[in-house]
Nanobody
Framework: QVQLAESGGGLVQAGGSLRLSCAAS????????MGWYRQAPGKLRELVAT???????NYADSVKGRFTISRDNAKNTVYLQMNSLKPEDTAVYYC???????????????WGRGTQVTVSS
């Protein structure tokens, strides 16, 4: 079973920075696109950024120019560097990976448990 473990969340003042990490582990799997999503209280989960194994990226308009997604394929790890944070960035941030395993030999989603990011004004 593949597990995604996020780290790096916390409390930061507006204008500050945080770096999130997410490492995938488990028995024999392959990973395609990895990404970050977030969910604020009372709101639906939304896309923040995604990255393909080749490094192609996609960002939500609200974070373009402030957040940078990257990955280390050798470590099965994805990162999210968040700069110029705003109070509206406050949310639980979830790591996502499209994976294929021997037991499920088709692309399906794996999710982390989430890490809280709180930006104070």
């Amino acid at each position: 079973q593949v597990q995604l473990a996020e780290s790096g969340g916390g409390l930061v003042q507006a204008g500050g920075s945080l770096r999130l990490s997410c490492a995938a582990s488990g028995v024999a799997f392959s990973i395609n696109t990895m990404g970050w999503y977030r969910q604020a209280p009372g709101k639906l989960r939304e896309l923040v950024a995604t990255i393909t194994p080749g490094g192609s990226t996609n960002y939500a308009d609200s974070v373009k120019g402030r957040f940078t997604i990257s990955r280390d394929n050798a470590k099965n790890t994805v990162y999210l560097q968040m700069n110029s944070l705003k109070p509206e960035d406050t949310a639980v941030y979830y790591c996502n990976a499209e994976i294929t395993t021997p037991a499920m030999p088709y692309s399906h989603d794996a999710w982390g448990r989430g890490t809280q990011v709180t930006v104070s004004s």
